[in-house]
């Protein structure tokens, strides 16, 4: 994607930050949000959006597209996206590689998919058609995961290669999803990282997990754990100056700390590219 926007280093839009972003300049440079918080036709969260847009640019980061599920894709959500789309002029849609319901019953969760050559084919056949239905590219994001398929016969990252190169679509490498799946799964972290095209990477996602002894958890609502800052800073290595955002969904902190792990990654992208 060589004409993807330079975004630098940026923060998720949440409610408890609504106010210090609409009162005074920050130090980030762009927000990503929740497309499915804003998919309605006012109210105040949505003239918020549309006043942190005049100032920053803004990812959409949808949730609910489930494009791995075998249940039609859902028209009148594309075309609520579109819309919203359409309204912000985003840098770019993204969402997840994974599945989050069958039979019209939502599980809420961002499942892992078989990675086998069936669900392959079916993937890349359906991001083709949102991308038609949407009149643009998206990217996609590696999920964390607590399971894997017998029926699995390719590793995650060739999967998540294969769909890119296969759909023409771009990948959001979630640098602390491949930390906590590596644990999980006990894979080595670095040979995910360097199986992923570099042109195909729009954008990494930051974040803290919560270490459960057996197992780690996505939560979103730590600081990013050193041994992920690590892998990040091999990520940049590889993939150069990409647009970073950090996520904290939970335990969410002043908007000071928040600024401030964005502003980490940012001093940390700077030290690796002047060595």
Known sequence: ???????????GLRRDHFERVLQAPTRVGWFEVISENFMVRGGRPLDVLTRVRRDYP?????????????????????ARLKD????????????????TGVGGRNAHDLLPL???????????????????????????????SYLTYTASDM??????????????????????????????????????????PVERVWQFHLAGHSDHGTHLL????????????DLYRHAVRRFGAIPALVEWDGNIPEWDRLEAESLRAKEIEADVLRA
């Open 218 to 229: 996505d939560t979103h609502d730590h600081p990013v754990r050193d041994e992920v800052w």
């Open 84 to 99: 919203l789309a359409a309204r912000v002029e985003p840098a770019w849609v993204s969402d997840h590689l994974c599945w």
């Open 155 to 196: 590793t995650e990252w060739d999967f998540l290669r294969e769909v890119a190169e296969r759909s023409d679509c771009g990948i959001l490498l979630d640098v602390n999803n491949i930390f906590v799946s590596s644990v999980n799964h006990r894979f080595d972290p670095v040979e995910y990282v360097e199986a992923i």
């Open 114 to 144: 078989p990675y086998t050559e069936e669900s392959l084919d079916h993937v890349a056949s359906r991001v083709a058609r949102v991308q038609e239905a949407l009149g643009r590219r998206i990217a996609l994001e590696n999920v964390s």
């Open 1 to 11: 994607m060589s004409d993807r926007p330079s975004l630098g280093h940026g923060v």
């Open 58 to 78: 803004v990812v959409l980061h949808g949730v609910s597209l489930s494009i791995g599920t075998t249940d039609p894709l859902d028209d009148a959500y594309l």
